[in-house]
């Protein structure tokens, strides 16, 4: 079974820094989808960014980028210049590639303050 | 645009009552996920539905149902809730292009007493 670990279950960041959320998984399959999702006090689910496997580039979304090591499964999200607005838990996920309905295993969360 | 519309959206229930959670989705899906969220964790799948009439365990399915009876509704039921059962529950659909992402809706809280 896959797992997903996210090792900092807060973090917090000054307005307009910059923020690394850390994120690793475990799988033994090749292909694969990686999402961040943003759950803001509102409790929606928000996505962020998501990355295919068999891209080596890395995902950009205007402030929101990651970094993508396939070979250490590892998969962080940076938010450039932090804005208040950005302050929720963070979510990363995994789903296995192909055309299956295969629903997403989530980490536990990085709860994300951002001080003004 | 709706999109993933649960209801309803607060319920409380007393150990015992049974209870069904609406989700229906305006995409023209064809697949549906139940999650549960509980404190301080990620969101666990409970049921998913690949198409209409089909439906598959996910990670924790032990006191639910589910029923996906056409393309845009997919219920999750507890028979006989249990305080365990007390969490925020999600709905999910996602397009057929592989790789997309799921579309969530706003959630359920339900506490059981």
């Known amino acids: 079974a896959q797992t997903v670990t996210q090792s900092q279950p807060e973090m917090s960041v000054q307005e307009a820094e910059t923020v690394t959320l850390s994120c690793t998984y475990d799988?033994?399959?090749?292909?694969?989808?990686l999402f961040w999702y943003k759950q803001p006090p509102s409790r929606q689910m928000i996505l962020v960014i998501r990355?295919?496997?068999?891209?080596?580039q890395n995902a950009t979304e205007n402030r929101f980028s990651v970094n993508f090591q396939k070979a250490a499964k590892s998969f962080s999200l940076k938010i450039s210049d932090s804005q208040l607005g950005d302050a929720a838990m963070y979510f990363c996920?995994?789903?296995?590639?192909?055309?299956?309905?295969?629903?997403?295993?989530f980490g536990k969360g990085t709860h994300l303050i951002i001080q003004p | 645009n709706a999109g993933v519309t649960q209801t309803p959206k607060f319920q409380v229930l007393k150990t015992g009552q049974s209870m069904t959670l609406q989700c229906a989705q305006d995409m023209n899906h064809n697949s549906m996920y139940w999650y549960r969220q509980d404190p301080g964790m990620g969101l666990r799948l409970i049921y998913y539905?690949?198409?209409?009439?089909?439906?598959d365990k996910g990670e924790v399915p032990n006191g639910y149902n589910v029923s996906r009876l056409n393309k845009r509704e997919f219920s999750l039921r507890l028979e006989s809730a249990a305080p365990s059962q007390t969490s925020v529950y999600f709905c999910?659909?996602?397009?057929?292009?592989?790789?997309?992402?799921?579309?969530f809706g706003d959630g359920t809280r339900l506490s059981i007493l």
């Open positions: 999910a659909s996602r397009p057929d292009r592989i790789g997309q992402p799921q579309h």
């Open positions: 539905s690949a198409s209409e009439g089909t439906t």
């Open positions: 996920a995994y789903r296995r590639g192909g055309g299956g309905a295969d629903g997403l295993t």
């Open positions: 990355q295919e496997a068999y891209k080596q």
């Open positions: 799988t033994s399959e090749s292909d694969y989808y």
